[in-house]
């Protein structure tokens, strides 16, 4: 059981409407309504967090009409508002455009736009609202280079032993050495992206296996919103998974998971226009 102090739960009784939706809204079922009917924290639940206590999802502060309900400290203020986010058009358009990249420029994202992309992530769903993700990045180009370099030199090592990446066969092996060329010139592993993003959750903790690839698909958007290509890898985590020492420098703890390797940056050449996949979701209505 995870602990804190206090969650700072607090309605403004001038500016609460008595409509209940916080209390109706929220998840632990631990907000009730006082003899004046403004509405607190069960005082057993406070500082608890998850099943027992709260899930610190912040519903509460969220749909309150009035902006009378703190939590965390946190002031109803400072939310950005619906009105504000992408409309559907806009958001379709974002999708559509958003594709994996294997081709970049040789620069970097400036470290600040990097932290305001991580910051986006602290929104990302996770089982029962844990939050046990974490995120190792690579901010600097020369220090990617480092890794492509050690990866590469482990894994030709290996193959000349008939180990290859992951559950790859020689013959695997094989057709990604005669594609590079062409591909991704002298970097099969982490396509010459200039960053990579490593995000691990806690082993046995809520949804660990599916959190990470969640947050991987929402950074792939947040990608392309930034108009920075992105491509979401498992082959560089195969060839890791033969060498340990190699590894260890992602500097992932031994009850950290993670299964995949983001490579971003900007990319080599712009896209006209987006694709047109229409047609091939497999759609099967339910009925009971």
């Not at 001038?14 to 309504?33: K, P």
């Not at 027992?52 to 309900?69: F, M």
């Not at 992530?121 to 990045?137: A, H, I, M, Y």
């Amino acid at each position: 059981m995870e602990l804190v102090k206090s969650f700072h739960f607090k309605a403004n009784p001038d500016q609460c409407i008595h409509c209940g939706r916080c209390v109706a809204s929220c998840s632990s079922v631990i907000l009730y309504f006082d003899e004046q009917g403004v509405p607190k924290m069960k005082a057993e639940a406070d500082g608890i967090v998850g099943w027992d206590g709260c899930y610190r999802c912040q519903h509460c502060l969220a749909v309150c009409p009035t902006g009378a309900i703190s939590i965390f400290d946190k002031d109803p203020k400072d939310s950005l508002l619906p009105e504000e986010g992408a409309n559907a058009r806009q958001l379709e358009a974002l999708m559509r455009n958003r594709r994996a990249c294997r081709r970049y420029q040789d620069r970097e994202v400036p470290r600040e736009e990097i932290d305001q992309m991580l910051r986006l992530l602290e929104n990302v769903p996770t089982g029962s609202n844990l939050q046990t993700l974490g995120f190792n990045v690579v901010y600097r180009k020369a220090e990617m280079d480092k890794l492509r370099k050690l990866v590469r030199e482990e894994a030709f090592r290996l193959a000349e032993q008939g180990i290859y990446p992951g559950s790859f066969t020689k013959s695997d092996w094989e057709k990604q050495l005669e594609w590079e060329p062409g591909r991704n010139p002298g970097d099969m592993f982490f396509v010459n992206a200039p960053h990579i993003l490593v995000i691990h959750s806690q082993r046995g903790r809520g949804q660990w296996q599916t959190d990470p690839v969640l947050a991987a698909a929402w950074f792939d958007l947040i990608c392309a919103s930034h108009g920075l290509g992105s491509i979401i890898m498992s082959y560089p985590v195969g060839a890791l998974s033969h060498m340990p020492e190699v590894e260890k420098l992602l500097q992932i703890p031994q009850d950290r998971y993670y299964s995949l390797i983001l490579g971003f940056g900007y990319p080599e050449y712009p896209y006209a226009r987006g694709v047109q996949r229409e047609g091939i979701a497999q759609i099967k209505e339910l009925t009971f």
